[in-house]
């Protein structure tokens, strides 16, 4: 089978690993450090704050926004669930905003026009939390206005965007946002095996993050509420979390990181060829916003299933028994029957639905060939036929 997704391994990564498993750290040593700074640095963002994956930086990074009780956080329906789950991890509720049909972000149009509806209902919400569908940013500079105008706080899900930038500036830069969460899943674009990282220009939000990362305990006198006791002393000044990344983990985020834009590079051009080689197939290629340079996490089609005689079932399952790896990204968060009992209704985001019945992922990773690229166009075609 030709997996959808899979990870680069080199022995320069392997050899890091070693390393780190011979030194004196195995967790809270000097990698995490070195790797934080590795990717602040890239990004050109502030601060960086490692975390065990992504799914708990989100939750730390809410919860320094102030997320909690009485909070309305607001997403995307088309995204894996952590970018709605991190919300209601912190008591807060979750809304879903449309996607648009082109592009399958965060719908611009839906969005102001929902904020404009909750704040004469005076229900805006405290966090919008915009996922950068496939590896290709948001319309960051239309959320920076809305935020402006509506006061809430911006969390990049940058899940699937790391090495991807918008106007020039690199995603993770924290441009137009309060933070930006990577994650390091074997699927994504650089691996530490599970690993995820928030990122921000605001020293007290990356302070707060690197205490909830920890149990919520400080060993900052400045922070403590009484003279320390002694050199052995720290304090817990609120509930936090274990959630620390490891220096195994790290150590490999460090060597991956010197080959993101190869990897990066390599995607884009498998994605183009993908372009060329489905081009007049009845689907629809992936829509491009021309201020965007997209990750290419994800390369994913939309039948046309009104120029085909078979289901959207039919020619997934076709592509699956022909040894190709496909999958779905995503099934809209609101549609789990988790959520279904949260009360949210089928028909409520009609864009994100209708994607849903049309969209399939290709596979798409730094090693496929394009041998392997060349039959899954043409399984395609036989299938469309
Ligand atoms: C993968 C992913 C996550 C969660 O990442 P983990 O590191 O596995 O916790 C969150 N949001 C999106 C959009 C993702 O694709």
Redesign the pocket.
Known sequence: MIPYGKQNISDADVEAVVAALRSDFLTQGPQIERFEAAIADYCGAGHAVGAA??????HIACLALGAGPGKRVWTSPN??L??ANCALYCGASVEFVDIDPALYNMSMVALEQKLIEAERKKETPHIVIP?H?SGQSCDMRRIAELKQRFGFHVIE?A??AIGASYDGQRVGACAYSDIT?F???P??IITTG???MALTNRADLANRMKMLRTHGVTRNPAEMTRTPDGPWYYEQIELGFNYRMTDLQAALGVSQLTRLDAFVARRRELAERYDRLLAELPLKTPGRDPRAESAW?LYVIQLELERISKTHAEVFNGLRAAGIGVNL?YIPVHLQPYYQKLGFQRGAYPAAERYYERAISLPLYFDLSERDQDFIAAALKDLLQ
Not at 53 to 58: E, F, V
Request: charged content about 10%; cysteine-free.
């Open positions: 994956n992504a799914t708990a930086a989100l995204t894996f952590a970018s996922v569908f899900d899940s699937h969460v994650s390091f899943h699927v994504k599970e690993g995820g996490h990204h």
